[in-house]
């Protein structure tokens, strides 16, 4: 496996969701296109991901996208430099900011 790989998947990271996707872009992104870049921001210039939302263990719930307040739990996979992979990730809707790892499949 890639360092890249196995840094993502030994512990938890800072990511970001992009700033530039309004809260009822986001909403439509995990709900109906089921695809989201997260940016893993701990990397050499940052590491754009691009997660298949899981919508059985994603929980939108605890989140108000109207308001752009709350938390998400975002799961899905990937695959990175030919390894499928796991992501999981917290993030604060209002700042868009939270933290995430990969698990290898």
């Known amino acids: 496996m890639s360092e890249l790989i196995n840094r993502l998947s030994e512990r938890e990271s800072p990511v970001e969701l992009d700033a530039g996707l309004g809260p009822a872009e986001l909403h439509t992104r995990l709900t109906r296109l089921r695809s989201v870049p997260l940016t893993f ?16 263990h994603t929980v939108l719930d605890t989140a ?4 752009g307040t709350g938390r998400l ?3 899905g996979t990937l695959t990175l430099d030919r390894v499928p992979a796991r992501c999981v990730a917290d993030v604060d809707l ?10 290898v499949v």
Do not use: K, P, Q, Y
């Open 41 to 56: 921001t701990g990397t050499r210039g940052g590491t754009v991901l691009d997660i298949a939302v899981d919508a059985d």
């Open 73 to 75: 739990h975002i799961e």
């Open 64 to 67: 108000d996208f109207a308001a």
């Open 94 to 103: 209002a700042t868009r900011t939270g933290t995430g790892r990969l698990r």
